[in-house]
């Protein structure tokens, strides 16, 4: 069984169908990345998983439960976590309060789970334990991606969901950030993975999915699709 179903998704802005009845599986222990256009509709289709919006219609289930009409709060303590398109942390707050706040989100404030959780963020992202009392808005680009990486591994989730990691950052930070991806993966943690930079997150995943307009195009493992001539031209910008 999948470890994240979705079947027949509809979601709609208004009269607008931004996701068209799209079938999107995950299974335990992959990466699994989609990678398209600017306006295609992956990061709502991250949204509606995460409880942000709703589906117009079909299914979304996650480790054999229906969530599609769970409230957001509700499905990360079921364990699923995300760090957002744009990192969205909170700028007047210190690196270790963010950290709590997703601690806080996962509903579990056990102590032993705390010490753990923030001793793999921290291990993890050994730049956070210096930066751990700065507030979170004085940090670099790629510090705060980490910060936003970090506090939905607070969440421990079963599955971690990213949207656009690499977004606005240096070359180097970019291959630091997608070195720390994989690491989260072997760790155990299985990875959804939205990504512009469909080289890169084609290198790390074991499969993928190409939406383009609401629709998915193309699904195929990740080494079919670096190999895809269609793939080639439209998304990895080579002829």
């Known amino acids: 069984m999948a470890l994240l179903e979705l079947k027949g998704v509809r979601i709609h802005y208004g009269g607008i169908e931004a996701v068209k009845g799209i079938d999107l599986g995950v299974d335990e222990g992959e990466v699994v990345t989609m990678i398209g256009a600017n306006g295609a509709g992956k990061t709502t289709t991250l949204k509606t998983i995460s409880g942000l919006k709703r589906v117009s219609s079909g299914t979304i289930v996650f480790r054999g439960r229906r969530i599609d009409q769970e409230p957001a709060h509700k499905i990360v303590s079921l364990g699923l976590g995300q760090a957002p398109e744009g990192r969205r942390i909170f700028g007047r707050m210190t690196v270790r309060e963010n950290l709590d706040m997703g601690l806080y989100a996962s509903g579990d404030g056990g102590r032993a789970s705390a010490r753990e959780s923030i001793e793999r963020v921290f ?11 700065q507030k979170g808005g004085t940090l670099s680009g790629g510090e705060q991606q980490m910060l936003a990486i970090g ?3 607070m969440t421990r989730p079963a599955l971690l969901m990213l949207d656009e990691p690499s977004l606005g950052l240096a070359p180097m930070m970019v291959e630091r950030i997608f070195d720390i991806v994989r690491e989260i993966n072997q760790q155990g943690t299985t990875v959804l993975l939205v990504e512009q930079n469909a080289h890169m997150a084609l290198q790390i995943a074991n499969r993928g999915y190409v939406i383009e307009s609401g629709q998915i195009v193309l699904e195929d493992s990740a080494n079919r699709l670096l190999g895809n001539d269609q793939v080639r031209k439209a998304y990895l910008g080579e002829d």
């Open 123 to 133: 291990t993890l992202f050994p730049v956070l334990k210096d930066r751990a009392s």
């Open 151 to 153: 506090r939905a591994l």
